[in-house]
């Protein structure tokens, strides 16, 4: 796993100012924080799926083999 962070600057400058590392801290913390709460959402849809028999997936037009992929369609293709 890896973490990447980005602030708005000059590339390679370090924010100088008490203020702006504040700043980049908290919107590192927010996205971070975004994402995990994204993919908990997603792992949480795959888990209602697998708890469906074949019949209700095959009306959604799902397989249980591709449950992940139709989880997560809109970030891979496929």
């Known amino acids: 796993m890896s973490i990447t ?14 203020r702006e590392r504040l700043r980049s801290f908290w919107r590192g913390l927010a996205a971070g924080f975004g994402a995990y709460l994204e993919r908990r959402s997603r792992l949480a849809e795959v888990e209602r799926l697998n708890a469906m028999t074949d019949e209700e997936l095959a009306r959604l037009g799902v397989r249980r083999d591709r449950i992940v992929e139709h989880v997560f369609r809109d970030l891979f293709y496929v």
């Open 5 to 18: 962070t980005e602030f708005e600057g000059r590339p390679g400058r370090v924010p100088g100012t008490v």
